[in-house]
């Protein structure tokens, strides 16, 4: 210890036992926590303690447990040095009566308490740090607090790293086995769907074998593996079977519909047709569109069974382009049907509507006198027998209306 100075203010008991208080307080806080972590199973386990036997790690954990265990060490170094630092400043302090200005115990104290008392193991200094003339060795002074303050970084670090063993320990076999389940899950529903296996799986099946007959050895890099290697793997695994069966849903769905569409084809056949018929018997002179060939609606009858069988016997994947071509042939085949339905309602409607327009003409000529006019009666039955007779000229029909109309008119004018 440097020599003793005789401070500038007189020396006060009561700060000096208010320090003791509290380095008293810390002292027995660190020995307590100190205690409570070398107690810890996983530290023991680490450290080859209370008969334990020497663990052989590897990897990260290497890297990370073995400064931890040498900080552990130096803490309890530099905690005796402490303790006995302390210790020495509370025996001056049971050895001072009456007034402490003149007592140079007292002063010893202060500096004790607050300069660099401490003397730190003599460290040997590197030989690539070391010049000619350079001391090998290096041993420094440090004040209590100053010490106290690294002690509670080597702590925390040492603590830390403790504690992420322990929760790789406890947590790696969980998951491990978690991600068996996982894997035989996805398998499982592979192999139902009838899909080729994942090749992901494949590899983090070995991976995970690897992993856990590592885990005693290096459970933190472990940890790490299996969240940057396994879990990937997995998710991609799990990912392309939830695409799959969401794709096998559309194709159910999509040939369920497809069976329905066939029904209203049918239907619409059936009505086309009837439609058609009617109109080629009560029309012509206006164009028609012809149904669907029959040979085409039973070709996509069958094509829609085929591929609900295929469906029925586990096929997916290969159903996929079959039911889209086969919705492309049903929605021309739609199209051909609806328009054939279209042109026939509209001979049809077109017929009754001329009728209805004679009835209108005669009614108007009626009222207005002229419809015993020669050419309006000529130009009347002639309508008259086309529209109502079978196949109605529709076309010649409305000329014969459009001269009736215009002849009418041109009686009404000479009024």
């Given amino acids: 210890m440097p020599a003793l100075s005789h401070p500038t203010n007189p020396v006060s008991l009561e700060t000096i036992d ?28 680490l450290a080859g303690e209370a008969g ?64 660099e008392s401490i003397q730190l193991p003599i460290v040997e200094i590197p030989l690539a740090q070391r010049s000619l003339l350079s001391s090998t060795h290096n041993q420094n002074s440090i004040k209590p ?46 192999s139902t769907l009838e899909i080729p296996a994942f090749p992901e799986l494949a590899q983090a099946t070995a991976a995970l074998a690897q992993l856990h007959d590592r885990i005693d050895r290096d459970p933190l890099g472990v940890a790490d593996e299996f969240s940057t290697a396994i879990d990937p793997l997995i998710q991609q695994s799990q990912t392309s079977l939830q695409q799959i069966v969401q794709q096998h849903h559309q194709i159910s769905s999509g040939i369920a519909q497809a069976a329905q569409h066939i029904q ?58 079959g039911l889209q071509n086969w919705q492309a042939k049903q929605a021309v085949a739609r199209s051909v049907t609806e328009k054939a339905i279209a042109s026939a309602t509209a001979a049809l409607e077109l017929r009754t509507e001329l009728r209805g327009r004679l009835q209108a003409l005669q ?44 002849r009418l008119n041109e009686l009404l004018k000479s009024l």
């Fill in 18 to 45: 208010r320090q003791l208080a509290d380095w008293r307080s810390k002292i027995d806080a660190v020995s307590q926590n100190l205690l409570d972590l070398q107690n810890q199973a996983t530290y023991q386990r």
């Fill in 52 to 115: 334990f036997p020497a663990p052989q790690l590897t990897g990260q954990t290497a890297d990370r447990v073995q400064p931890a265990l040498e900080a552990m060490n130096s803490l309890f170094q530099h905690f005796d040095l402490l303790a006995a630092t302390i210790s020495k400043a509370q025996h001056l302090r049971q050895q001072i009566w009456g007034n402490p200005s003149n007592d140079r115990r007292a002063l010893e104290i202060v500096q004790l308490l607050n300069d």
């Fill in 145 to 190: 607090e100053d010490l106290l303050m690294l002690m509670v970084k080597s702590f925390e670090t040492a603590r830390d790293v403790v504690l992420n063993v322990e929760r790789a320990w406890e947590n790696l076999e969980a998951q491990l086995a978690d991600s068996f389940r996982q894997i035989q899950s996805i398998q499982s529903q592979a």
């Fill in 264 to 321: 209203q084809l049918c239907s619409q056949q059936a009505q086309a047709l009837s439609l058609y018929q009617e109109a080629i018997t009560k029309t012509q002179g206006q164009p028609l569109l012809p149904p669907l060939e029959p040979a085409s609606l039973e070709s996509l009858v069958d094509w829609q069974q085929t591929l609900a069988n295929k469906l029925a016997s586990g096929m997916v994947q290969p159903l996929v382009i």
């Fill in 363 to 406: 009614a108007k000529a009626q009222a207005r006198g002229k419809i015993e006019d020669t050419a309006l009666v000529a130009l009347a039955t002639s309508a008259h027998q086309i529209l109502f007779s079978r196949p109605s000229d529709l076309h010649q029909a409305s000329q014969l209306l459009i001269q009736y109309d215009r």
